[in-house]
């Protein structure tokens, strides 16, 4: 027997080399999150649609209070459109949305929803009060609804929740994957308030305030990481402005308020036809919500 074969050989040395980072996938480049995202938000909201149609049929609802909360109702076909794509495809992105999940998902708690509806009502209370101490509007009290009032706040946490699945929750997931996290930020507030460019009575200043609602929740997810927060937020904000006190959501108004507008008139703190939402004065409360977020952050760090 030769010499060089009375021992086994070692192994290679290369077999104990690191292993390849894995690729990117191709479905993460912006135009495909933002193609994609477009098409669940238009196919969701068919399928919401005609979900809400078939179920209006079936109970016999005519009246309008009632057809309005169908009409936030009906974005569930884009929760369960989203909720699909990212449990085929994005699963990661999908673990983000549950209870303290990860990635991107451990302030999921229900204290931080808590917190985020109590910011979203006391949010948008401040921009209506300051337009109702300037005058520009006159509110009358109606009757109180409790069932209604509850049930409304679901409809429209469905609402708000698929705003959020879809901007906060898939795409800034998936873009913050793979690019700089300003980008991914910018991308989702952008597409964010270009859902909202055909509302009735939108403005220019409206728009500015659409896209900063947009990147102030961004900033709270990145901060907080805390989806919850976000659609508890999102979901105050427009139940406060358009069931409790009556005014203009994007400029859609209630049927089935608490309170009612009266009369209205244009300012810089209130716009008559799109609400608050076209004042200066939702700049700002969203500007002091990036500050107590960045605060409480650093309280704690701090610990």
């Not at 399928?47 to 209006?56: H, K, P, T, Y």
Request: hydrophobic content about 55%; overall charge neutral; glycine content about 8%.
């Amino acid at each position: 027997m030769d010499e060089e074969n009375k021992f086994p050989q070692e192994p290679a040395p290369e077999a104990a080399a690191a292993p390849k980072k894995p690729r990117r996938p191709v479905r993460h480049m912006i135009w495909a999150v933002c193609l994609i995202s477009l098409g669940l938000m238009l196919l969701g909201q068919i399928l919401g649609d005609v979900l809400m149609n078939l179920l209006a049929g079936a109970l016999g609802v005519t009246d309008g209070a009632t057809l309005f909360l169908f009409m936030y109702l009906s974005f569930i076909g884009i929760d369960l459109l989203v909720l699909l794509y990212c449990l085929l495809c994005e699963k990661p992105i999908l673990r983000s949305f549950g209870r303290r999940a990860e990635p991107f998902g451990s302030g999921n708690t229900w204290r931080l929803f808590g917190l985020g509806l109590l910011a979203g009502f006391a949010m948008n209370a401040l921009c209506i009060l300051a337009a109702w101490l300037h005058g520009d509007i006159e509110l009358s009290v109606g009757r109180f609804n409790a069932p209604y009032l509850l049930a409304a706040l679901v409809c429209v946490c469905v609402q708000s929740g698929a705003e959020e699945l879809l901007t906060r929750g898939y795409m800034l997931g998936a873009l913050r994957d793979r690019y700089p996290l300003w980008l991914a930020v910018a991308v989702n507030s952008l597409f964010f308030g270009t859902l909202h460019l055909f509302n009735n009575g939108i403005t220019v200043l409206s728009f500015v305030n659409i896209v900063a609602f947009g990147l102030a929740l961004s900033f709270v997810m990145v901060r907080l990481e805390s989806l919850w927060f976000c659609i508890a937020v999102h979901t105050a904000w427009n139940f406060s402005q358009s069931i409790f006190f009556g005014l203009p959501n994007s400029g859609i108004v209630s049927e089935g308020s608490f309170l009612h507008l009266e009369a209205a008139r244009d300012s810089a703190v209130y716009s008559a036809l799109f609400g608050v939402e076209g004042a200066i004065t939702t700049t700002l409360v969203l500007l002091v919500l990036v500050l107590c977020v960045l605060l409480c952050k650093r309280r704690k760090q701090a610990v």
